[in-house]
């Protein structure tokens, strides 16, 4: 719902009588217009200038001013607009060597689809051919793409929402426990035992183990340093691919290209998106190892996709890589990631209904609670597909009503901005969320 009552404008009821919202009730959908951009910043209709503090949904990485990557979407759509994947392009091979470069170990040869769900999709058919296994291990607070095979592998509550009666869910996916510790009854080294032991249960059926190194709409989750290559090797010990999800992590978000390089792990199959092309073209990958690859040579890939390797969404793959490295971005997340987390901290610290802070570098999430003591959510999880107003939703419409937009998601505010997002812009933005606060504070159980 719209945070501030008034009129609509002639394009917001347009799009209202028109477009069918997404992950809403139809009721509920009121979108506001957004005419123009600049920085991290958006401008509304009503003229109000909104520092964007999430990057939309942990997408728009180079905020809004990457001229270098609208003029090469400008250019390529010039020359060769389009050709289908069985021809060759200059940006589709120069991103799928840049790719090579940039990503986690051997990672060397790319598929090409138009969002994180079909990535992850696609990771799923390879791993399942490469192993011969059909499983799919993934973890309950996660969320993996909104297309059959993704949703039913993901543990969001919007998995359940679905229903059976709507979509049924996908056989052969398997859910495990998160590492969790602020509001889970396992600890993450007894999450990974659980994983060990839910592997060999399921008795070498089980083709990739599939993970956001750090969960993101699900909490912001992070692990402990040796958790996820220490999930590898479990992976590896039962025939199983470790396929990390890096739709959100990856592209400098945590002040390296890839949050699997964070922890030092070498995924079998990477997927990613957003990031690619900081969200001016819809583009995603899946990447795999060459040992992977190889497999391939002689066995069908019985996958493919009419935009897969989109000539211009790939320019603007090559542009935006280009981009992060010319303006120093990766570093940039890295520095002012640790100025937002002591920020974060200390505004922990001033507000008591904050539980936590999680995150690393520019992806950081603060846990809201009723008690401190108990850790009671002031938002379950089923309300994240309920038409309740929550003290979330409170938190986030006031804080877009004085000028920054955050996502929150699961009893999480979501804070993730755009890799561009400079310390005085984290101090304008804190300032208002300390504001906002006041509210969760004052709701909390007595």
Wanted: glycine share 8%.
């Amino acid at each position: 719902m719209a945070s501030k009552e008034r009129e609509r404008t002639s394009v917001e009821q347009l799009d209202r009588e028109y477009t069918l919202g997404t992950w809403t009730r139809q009721r509920d959908f009121d979108p506001t217009e957004v005419v123009d951009t600049e920085g991290a910043r958006l401008i509304t209709a009503d003229g109000d200038s909104i520092l964007d503090f999430s990057s939309q949904y942990v997408c728009t990485n180079l905020g809004y001013d990457a001229d270098r990557v609208s003029e090469a979407i400008a250019e390529q759509s010039q020359t060769v607009p389009y050709v289908n994947p069985g021809w060759s392009t200059e940006p589709r091979a120069r991103l799928s060597e840049k790719l090579a470069e940039i990503t986690p170990g051997s990672i060397q040869k790319t598929f090409y689809s138009t969002s994180g769900t079909e990535a992850n999709e696609v990771a799923f058919k390879i791993a399942r051919a490469y192993t011969g296994n059909h499983k799919i291990l993934s973890r309950y607070r996660s969320y993996h793409g909104a297309t059959a095979a993704s949703l039913s592998a993901s543990g969001d509550p919007r998995r359940v929402a679905q229903g059976p009666e709507i979509q049924p869910e996908v056989p052969g996916m398997v859910k495990g426990p998160d590492p969790y510790a602020y509001g889970s009854s396992l600890d993450p080294d007894e999450s990974l035992a659980y994983i060990d032991e839910m592997l060999r249960l399921e008795g070498g059926t089980v083709a990739g183990v599939l993970v956001e190194p750090l969960v993101g709409s699900n909490g912001v989750l992070t692990p402990p340093d040796d958790y996820l290559p220490r999930l590898r090797e479990i992976a590896h010990d039962h025939g199983a691919l470790l396929i990390c999800d890096e739709v959100m992590t990856g592209f400098g978000r945590t002040g390296e290209w890839f949050a699997s390089t964070l922890y030092e792990t070498e995924p079998d199959i990477i997927t990613m998106a957003k990031g690619l092309t900081g969200s001016y073209q819809p583009l995603a990958a899946t990447s795999v190892t060459a040992e992977v690859a190889e497999y391939f040579e002689d066995t069908l890939l019985n996958h493919g996709h009419t935009f897969a390797g989109h000539p211009t969404a790939c320019a603007a793959g090559v542009a935006a890589i280009e981009t992060y490295e010319a303006e120093n971005l990766i570093e940039n997340a890295r520095e002012v990631g640790e100025y937002l987390r002591a920020e974060l901290e200390a505004l922990a610290d001033r507000h008591p209904s904050v539980g936590e802070r999680r995150g690393v570098g520019l992806h950081q999430g603060l846990e809201l609670t009723r008690d401190e003591e108990t850790r009671v959510p002031f938002e379950k999880r089923a309300d994240k597909v309920s038409s309740r107003t929550t003290v979330l939703d409170e938190v986030g419409a006031h804080a877009k009503d004085n000028g920054v937009y955050v996502y929150t998601s699961v009893n999480t505010i979501v804070v993730t901005p755009p890799l561009t997002i400079s310390t005085a812009e984290v101090d304008e933005a804190v300032s208002v969320l300390d504001d906002a606060l006041e509210i969760s504070d004052a709701a909390m159980d007595d």
